[in-house]
């Protein structure tokens, strides 16, 4: 089981496909000139021979291959869109890869804003027909593990596109610590919770911590010890609006309970 797959719910299942050469290739030749078949682990795939010229100075010269295509109308109900998240390219670590917003104009696609990699997404259908994305994300670092929950709106501002919802961190056995934790989106789904006709998301997060038995160390040096699969379960309800997802009222209270077990960011 990989890190994503621990860490939230096999019920969130992102809508996004894998480019493939028959299909998205005329799509990634409007965003670099040396669009190409590539192959990775055995399958044919789509990407940029070399990093296009747009992401310089933070590019570096390897080829880069599309990840993820995300078919909507994102700034435009009545546009035709495409984003796609690629993976290489940036020495940016922490973006871990870049993405694109193309739009379809005439027979032609044609770029029209460069975003940041995108992680598990499903597309939400606003109220006035814009999409914009719900997504799941895990990352690692500065001596933890964290998963959110997110929406990416490509019609606002670059800093303002990607908004967290829900986020959470945690260090599990793998991080060596006198105490262990962790937090899972058990449950992402998508449903009407207020009754005005468009879809709401809410959430449930397992999460549970403990510490080492005082014999030990840390979660590494701790012969015997396992982690608990016990879990306490907080649920987060967000309501669609114009103006974006908000928090009903008991998010509140839910996450001040959430903060007594993991780190909560948001």
Not at 20 to 26: A, F, K, S
Not at 62 to 65: D, V
Not at 119 to 127: A, E, N, V
């Given at each position: 089981?990989?890190?994503?797959?621990?860490?939230?719910?096999?019920?969130f299942?992102?809508?996004?496909?894998?480019p493939?050469?028959?299909?998205?290739?005329?799509l990634?030749?409007?965003?670099?000139?040396?669009?190409?078949?590539?192959?990775?682990?055995?399958?044919?795939?789509?990407?940029?021979r070399t990093?296009?010229?747009?992401?310089?100075?933070?590019?570096?010269k390897?080829?880069?291959?599309a990840?993820?295509?995300?078919?909507?109308?994102?700034?435009?109900?009545?546009?035709?869109?495409?984003?796609?998240?690629?993976q290489?390219?940036t020495?940016?670590?922490?973006?871990?890869?870049?993405?694109?917003?193309?739009?379809?104009?005439g027979?032609?696609?044609?770029?029209?804003a460069?975003?940041d990699?995108l992680?598990?997404?499903?597309?939400?259908?606003?109220?006035d027909?814009?999409d914009?994305?719900?997504?799941?994300?895990?990352?690692?670092?500065?001596?933890?593990?964290a998963?959110s929950?997110?929406?990416y709106?490509?019609?606002?501002?670059?800093?303002?596109?990607?908004?967290?919802?829900?986020?959470?961190?945690?260090?599990?056995?793998?991080?060596?610590?006198?105490?262990?934790?962790i937090?899972?989106?058990e449950?992402?789904t998508?449903?009407?919770?207020?009754?005005?006709g468009?879809?709401?998301?809410?959430?449930?997060?397992?999460?549970?911590?403990?510490?080492?038995?005082?014999?030990?160390e840390?979660?590494?040096?701790?012969k015997?010890?396992?982690?608990?699969?016990?879990?306490?379960?907080f649920?987060?309800?967000?309501?669609?609006?114009?103006a974006?997802?908000?928090?009903?009222?008991?998010?509140?209270?839910?996450?001040?309970?959430l903060?007594?077990?993991?780190?909560?960011?948001?």
């Open positions: 089981m990989g890190l994503a797959s621990a860490v939230y719910a096999d019920s299942h992102g809508d996004g496909s894998a493939t050469p028959t299909r998205e290739l005329e990634i030749q409007a965003v670099c000139s040396d669009a190409a078949v590539l192959e990775h682990e055995g399958k044919k795939t789509v990407g940029c990093c296009p010229r747009f992401l310089r100075p933070l590019a570096t390897s080829a880069t291959q990840e993820t295509v995300y078919y909507g109308h994102f700034s435009d109900p009545a546009a035709t869109e495409a984003m796609i998240s690629f290489g390219c020495s940016r670590a922490e973006a871990e890869g870049w993405g694109v917003l193309l739009r379809k104009q027979r032609a696609w044609r770029r029209v460069t975003l990699r992680p598990d997404c499903k597309s939400h259908t606003r109220k027909g814009r914009v994305l719900v997504c799941v994300d895990v990352a690692s670092g500065g001596g933890g593990q998963v929950l997110s929406t709106d490509a019609l606002q501002p670059e800093s303002k596109r990607r908004r967290i919802l829900l986020g959470a961190s945690f260090a599990d056995e793998a991080w060596c610590y006198p105490h262990w934790s937090a899972e989106l449950d992402v998508f449903r009407d919770l207020n009754g005005d468009v879809m709401d998301v809410r959430v449930t997060v397992a999460a549970a911590r403990t510490k080492v038995p005082k014999r030990c840390s979660t590494c040096e701790c015997g010890w396992k982690p608990p699969k016990e879990r306490q379960r649920t987060f309800r967000f309501l669609a609006t114009p974006g997802f908000v928090d009903e009222a008991a998010n509140a209270r839910e996450r001040l309970r903060k007594r077990v993991v780190e909560v960011f948001n």
